[in-house]
């Protein structure tokens, strides 16, 4: 999903991480929700926080906007910290937020020209701003809708015109918590491939929260599980899949008996068994472990305090 494209105008040097995170905590009263959350996120990737309900996603989303103060640690976002960082740096920041509907009787085509005049005094050389207005309409598909009230529009509808003014400034960093919740199958599907237009052809680095993993999945170069107060599993989707079973699992029956057996090489494995007992072999099942079953047991196993990585057995429990 990275590219070169655009890349040169993203935040400090080049190989600095555009959001750099460590040893944040954030404590509520007596709650510790955070207690030592460290990643990276590098230009141009699409990285994807996951997490259980109440595990501190929106928390950690919102100190690296600047809108909490986190009670520890080292943040640096576009080579800034977020907590004392001006409006120069949060117009190259995107945050997609959920009170456009409070703009009740405004169209989406007066809305995104008035809150992208903003954005023209931060304008460069290599990364003009803000997006035109028609481009963006388009690209959000409300291209329909631009000249209705924002009232009138359907709940997806808002969600997307809420992505527009997010995106509406030409962001090198973009935000999202949980962006597709509400929309429609084709909804979910246009911002996919929005996503994917903006980190191709943009260089836009996004860090997104999502609770659907299909479309972390589809979405993320790479991900991070937070639980039990800090991030306890960072990498690409086979990756992590990989680290909780590095085996597959191979299962078939044969005379009428089950048979289970794991490996590390499934292909030279069936080869060898079919070279042996051919044709008596039935119901043949090679099982990796899916990212879901991955996800799963990765919280289960750092919720219960038990911190070693379990087995495919586990997994496919
Ligand atoms: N302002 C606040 N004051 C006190 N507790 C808070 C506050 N904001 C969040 N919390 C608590 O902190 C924990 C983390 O909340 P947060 O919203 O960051 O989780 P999340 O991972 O985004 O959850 P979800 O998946 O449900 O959106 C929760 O237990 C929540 O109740």
């Known amino acids: 999903m990275s ?18 995170v460590r040893g944040l905590q954030m404590t509520y ?6 207690t030592g959350v460290d990643f990276d996120v590098h230009a141009g990737e699409v990285v994807c926080l996951l997490g259980p309900n109440g595990a501190g996603k929106t928390t950690t989303i919102e100190i690296l906007e600047g809108f909490r103060l986190r009670s520890g640690g080292e943040v640096r976002v576009l080579g800034e910290d977020p907590a004392q960082a001006g409006d120069a740096w949060r117009a190259r920041v995107g945050v997609v937020l959920q009170s456009w509907r409070d703009h009740a009787r405004w169209t989406p085509r007066r809305l995104l020209e008035q809150l992208g005049g903003y954005f023209v005094a931060y304008s460069t050389p290599e990364r003009t ?6 481009w963006l309409l388009d690209t959000v598909g409300l291209v329909e809708h631009a000249d209705r ?56 680095s996004i860090l997104l929260t999502t609770h659907d993993l299909a479309e972390a999945e589809r979405l993320a170069d790479r991900m991070l599980i937070l639980a039990d107060g800090h991030i306890v599993a960072n990498g690409s989707a086979e990756a992590l899949t990989r680290q909780v079973a590095g085996n597959a699992e191979v299962r ?7 048979f289970v057996h794991a490996t590390e ?8 068994l079919f070279e042996q007992h051919g044709e008596e072999i039935e119901d043949l099942e090679v099982r990796r472990a899916s990212l ?9 196993t750092f919720e219960s305090g038990a911190r070693r990585t379990p087995t495919l057995a586990e997994v496919s429990r």
Not at 292 to 300: G, K, L, S, W
């Open 3 to 20: 590219t070169e494209i655009g890349s040169q105008a993203l935040g400090g040097p080049t190989g600095e991480p555009v959001v750099s």
């Open 252 to 258: 078939w029956t044969r005379k009428g008996e089950r």
């Open 292 to 300: 879901e079953d991955t996800y799963i047991a990765m919280v289960a």
């Open 149 to 204: 009230k924002i009232g009138q529009l359907s709940g997806g509808q808002r969600r997307r015109l809420d992505v527009a003014v997010g995106i509406i400034g030409r962001p090198e960093l973009l935000f999202l918590d949980e962006p597709t919740a509400g929309f429609d199958p084709q909804a979910r599907r246009d911002f996919h491939d929005l996503v994917h237009r903006l980190s191709d052809l943009e260089g836009t």
């Open 265 to 272: 090489d499934a292909t030279p494995f069936v080869r060898r």
């Open 29 to 34: 009263g007596p709650r510790d929700v955070l």
């Open 129 to 134: 701003r803000p997006y035109e207005v028609d």
